[in-house]
T-cell receptor, first 113, second 114 residues
């Protein structure tokens, strides 16, 4: 089944403790992207990647890192999480980016205390 | 700057009634427009998209949307709503002028009453 898989689905962590949210897609998509969803703000793009080793900042990149060493994987790294990064995170992938629309993962609900 | 506005935060309709969700965009050229639906606890699912051509596009689950350039709108419609349509709906815009960024509206929550 074609899908985008994120792990974990739920995560509670403490301020400053590094964490990684994994994202993997099995559709051989070139484009991958991370979003955060907050009430009243909709979805905001954190980072995106157009291909292996090619990444760029979205609208809200501060406090996040990404890497794209393989086409299928696009992990999101929080080096020193803070409470304002408590949010619902979505990974998405697309064959050629915005033209084709994105396929979304099921989300990761992160709480930083 | 590119942006998407969904004026209605929350809409309630009766099952069987028609539905229209509004979306207005700001974009300097021909936009790529999308509607996504998010069911509770789920990711986003693409309902339909517009790139060019016929301004009335058909999507999944009986939804359609009409692109009106003069009004900068891309409203989503459904003639008869089912209880299973209760969800959050997001409009999004992209295009050649946005690079690879993709802008979402803040969403409209739909409640369907029996």
């Amino acid at each position: 089944e074609a899908q985008v898989t994120q792990n974990p689905r739920y995560l509670i962590t403490v301020t400053g403790k590094k964490l990684t949210v994994t994202c993997s897609q099995n559709m051989n998509h070139e484009y991958m992207s991370w979003y955060r969803q907050d009430p009243g703000l909709g979805l905001r793009q954190i980072y995106y990647s157009m291909n292996v080793e090619v990444t760029d900042k979205g609208d809200v990149p501060e406090g996040y890192k990404v890497s794209r060493k393989e086409k299928r994987n696009f992990p999101l790294i929080l080096e020193s999480p803070s409470p304002n990064q408590t949010s619902l995170y979505f990974c998405a992938s697309s064959f050629r980016g915005q033209t084709y629309g994105y396929t979304f993962g099921s989300g990761t609900r992160l709480t930083v205390v | 700057a590119q942006s998407v506005t969904q004026p209605d935060i929350h809409i309630t309709v009766s099952e069987g009634a028609s539905l229209e969700l509004r979306c207005n965009y700001s974009y300097g050229a021909t936009p790529y427009l999308f509607w996504y639906v998010q069911s509770p606890g789920q990711g986003l699912q693409l309902l339909l998209k517009y790139f060019s051509g016929d301004t009335l596009v058909q999507g999944i689950k009986g939804f359609e949307a009409e692109f009106k350039r003069s009004q900068s709108s891309f409203n989503l419609r459904k003639p008869s709503v089912h209880w299973s349509d209760a969800a959050e709906y997001f409009c999004a815009v992209g295009g050649a002028n946005t690079g690879n960024q993709f802008y979402f509206g803040t969403g409209t929550s739909l409640t369907v009453i029996p």
